[in-house]
């Protein structure tokens, strides 16, 4: 949300979403210090929480360096060293969006270390997956690299921008799974909804790509719309787009939304 407009917020709030995630990510050019992190960790734990609540939406975030400037090892470094300070921050759900963009030795170093912070200090893990045709090679290192560290729980991690070639890895191994409904890039809606009929809505959770790039909020709801248009109850939409969030999320206490049982 720092890189939309209020507007979005209220557009929101019409149609009835009441809490977003916000993981950490790339601020459209590479910062150069920690310092610089630090003061967008503030933003996201002291500013978006405020303004998300004028319109009765409720705002979580997670805590990382990204992939995208991962590759900087002594620059994540010290933002690692930044990030335990937030970590008890009321907001905070855990670590994210770690992950892959290249799948290069740093990224995969720098990856590793907050796998560990995550362990250390019990952390919900949320992951970004390489884009295109990066992504079933690092979908791959990934998960290899989470299921040989005994110290996390599979049901506490989620794999985000899954797609078709890259989801049942994810799903087989006991992860949660993330469809990013991205026009550019990564889901339509349509594909989202193909994605769910195939693969059922069990440990699945679909998300709004709404960052620097042609995207809008609105791509969750217009997935959802698309789910009833094809004949799928209310009820299973409620599963999908709002029980199955609060299932993952609610992992961490600081979630304060519970699944409806209707």
């Given at each position: ?6 507007d ?13 995630t ?30 998300a ?26 933002v ?75 049901e ?8 078709e ?8 191994a ?20 193909d ?7 069990e ?10 790039g ?8 217009d997935?959802c ?23 993952f ?14």
């Amino acid at each position: 949300m720092v890189s939309r407009t209020t507007d979005d917020y209220q557009f929101m709030a019409r149609c009835g979403v009441v809490a977003v995630t916000e993981p950490a990510f790339w601020a459209g050019f590479d910062r150069s210090s920690s310092q610089s992190f630090y003061d967008y960790f503030r933003q996201l734990t002291e500013f978006e929480p405020k303004r998300a609540a004028k319109y009765g939406i409720q705002h979580y975030c997670w805590m990382c360096i990204n992939a995208k400037e991962a590759e900087n090892v002594q620059l994540s470094r010290e933002v690692i060293q930044v990030i335990p300070e937030f970590l008890d921050r009321p907001s905070v759900l855990g670590i994210g969006e770690i992950g892959l963009n290249k799948n290069t030795r740093n990224e995969i170093i720098v990856f590793e270390e907050q796998v560990d912070l995550a362990a250390r200090t019990g952390q919900l893990i949320l992951i970004h997956t390489p884009h295109l045709q990066d992504k079933h090679k690092g979908t791959a290192i990934i998960t290899s690299i989470i299921k040989n560290d005994p110290r996390i729980k599979p049901e506490r991690v989620l794999i985000d921008h899954c797609e078709e070639h890259t989801i049942r890895m994810a799903k087989e191994a006991g992860f949660w799974a993330g469809l990013t409904i991205y026009h550019i890039s990564k889901c339509t809606p349509q594909r989202g909804c193909d994605i769910l009929e195939r693969f059922g809505a069990e440990g699945i959770m679909v998300n709004s790509a709404a960052d620097w790039g042609e995207s809008t909020p609105s791509s969750m709801i217009d997935t959802c719309l698309e789910y009833r248009r094809r004949g799928h109850t209310e009820r299973e939409a409620i599963e999908v787009f709002y029980n199955n969030p609060c299932r993952f999320f609610g992992q961490n206490p600081k979630w304060k939304l519970k699944p409806i049982d209707r």
